[in-house]
């Protein structure tokens, strides 16, 4: 499935489960469960992140860990 959405911030960071991990790119495009591990592409197809996780308490934001780490 493909989708579209916009890089909303970089270098944000994602507490769960105790912990906290840093440097994700946050996205609106459409995250759904099963998704991880998919490709974040930009404009030019270019691969930019793996798309890791979504926040759970609202709709409409994911998270990629940025190709470059």
Do not use: M
């Amino acid at each position: 499935t493909v989708t579209t959405g916009v890089v909303s911030a970089l270098n944000r960071s994602l507490n769960t489960d105790g912990r906290t991990y840093y440097d994700f790119i946050q996205t609106d495009a459409s995250i759904n469960p099963g998704n991880s591990g998919g490709p974040l592409l930009n404009i030019k197809g270019e691969l930019v992140g793996i798309n890791t996780a979504i926040y759970g308490k609202a709709q409409g934001i994911g998270f990629a860990i940025p190709i470059s780490r």
